[in-house]
């Protein structure tokens, strides 16, 4: 029983990132504010993952457009003691418990004739 107890300790402490900020779940949590799908990366005080592509519309770079589209990201959003969920859209801020988060950038780029899988993306966030 003693040999067990440090390993259920261990096992229920692994649950949250940390103790008096954003709890998680998702993996190791980056501190870079880029992030893949189902991945968490750290932005200010905030913890955010990209959950789905939603929408990727950008014109392509190699490409004439009358408007430049869009891409927007089902993302969660983590803070102290609560949790959100928003589709956020590049580039526009998202305001939350006096905090924002913003969409920041996508990649790859938008090439005409090809969509990157969803694996592919990587997403960057400021803000927090």
């Known amino acids: 029983m003693k040999a067990i107890l440090p390993l259920l300790i261990l096992a229920l402490s ?4 940390t103790v008096n ?9 980056r501190q870079d504010g880029l992030a893949m799908l189902g991945q968490p990366t750290r932005v200010g005080s905030l913890v955010v993952t990209p959950m789905k592509l939603v929408e990727d519309s950008r014109c392509p770079v190699n490409a004439r457009c009358v408007w430049a589209g869009r891409a927007v990201v089902t993302t969660r959003i983590d803070g102290t003691g609560w949790r959100e969920t928003a589709n956020l859209e590049l580039g526009k801020p998202y305001a939350t418990h ?3 988060v913003q969409l920041s950038s996508v990649q790859p780029e938008k090439v005409a004739g090809q969509q990157p899988p969803a694996q592919a993306y990587v997403f960057g966030y400021t803000g927090g």
Do not use: K, Y
Not at 21 to 29: F, H
């Open 14 to 17: 692994a649950c949250a990132a």
């Open 21 to 29: 900020g954003p709890v998680v779940d998702g993996g190791p949590i």
């Open 98 to 100: 006096n905090l924002s």
